[in-house]
């Protein structure tokens, strides 16, 4: 059977909204890391000590050794890096900031691994790689990574 992309004479396109209500489970790992932000202010990573790697938001196992590392927590600093990170240019209902805003790979001290997180209290044409930003804490929970609300310069 041969698939025309030209010819769409006989297709029928329909719209419609999808409604998909869903639940993220988190895992033990992930609801330590969650609720150690929203209760102590503090990012917690697992250490794997066969590698010699801090993993940062923290998993269950090494990706690389596949040791386990939910007994091998670390508490790590607040204060970290920009290792990469890009603007976003478009508005989306379900993006976290009005844009333009700062997207960015932040290596918090002590960690070997970078995660995505917002940058704001700068103007995203002064955004650098190597910029030291530390974290802020939402003033109200959400029970997500969003009660680590962003980073901002030093
Ligand atoms: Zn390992």
Known sequence: MEISYENTKDCKVMTGKMALPNQYFAGRVGSKFI????????????RCE???????PPREY????????DESWVELSNEGVITNYTVVNYNDKHLPRRAPYILALVKVDGADTPFPHI????????????MKVKAVFA????????????????
Do not use: W
């Open 139 to 154: 003033e109200e929970t959400t029970n997500t990574i969003r009660d680590l609300d962003h980073f901002e310069p030093l």
């Open 35 to 46: 609720i150690a932000l929203r209760d102590e202010h503090k990012i917690l990573g697992v």
């Open 50 to 56: 066969k590698c010699n790697k801090v993993f940062v």
């Open 119 to 130: 940058v704001e209290g700068i103007d995203v044409e002064d955004v650098k790689v190597g």
């Open 62 to 69: 090494c990706e690389k050794c596949l040791s386990k590392l």
